[in-house]
């Protein structure tokens, strides 16, 4: 049962849309998968590409380079989770929420740990 303090994070996460974005980062990466059979290095730099002009497209200039970054580099191994995945198991539904699951826990002590830190 989670308490209050988890019960806001969640709040926060849902909010900010961190949840959507992430569904449609792992998406892209099983989109990407489909195509074809590619290196995986030059896929890397596509999906990094296309994620970095979508998020500064959207938040650049609003907030500092380094937080777009940051979130570019997430979003990128989650894309790539989502390209590596198919090619490495059998889908499963209950996996893949498990998964969405432990990532917004994953932002969720990102935020309570900066919180506490400042």
Request: hydrophobic content about 40%; some cysteine.
């Amino acid at each position: 049962m989670r308490n209050i303090r988890e019960e806001k994070l969640h709040s926060f996460i849902k909010e900010l849309g961190i949840t959507e974005s992430i569904k449609v980062a792992f998406d892209l990466g099983v989109f990407i998968s489909q195509q074809g059979d590619r290196n995986i290095f030059d896929i890397g730099i596509e999906l990094q590409e296309m994620i970095h002009l979508n998020i500064y497209e959207a938040y650049g200039g609003i907030y500092p380079n380094d937080l777009l970054s940051n979130n570019v580099e997430y979003f990128l191994q989650i894309a790539l989770l989502g390209y590596i995945l198919p090619g490495v198991c059998a889908y499963d539904g209950e996996i893949k929420n498990k998964l969405f699951t432990l990532m917004q826990a994953k932002i969720a002590q990102a935020i309570d740990h900066k919180d506490k830190s400042n």
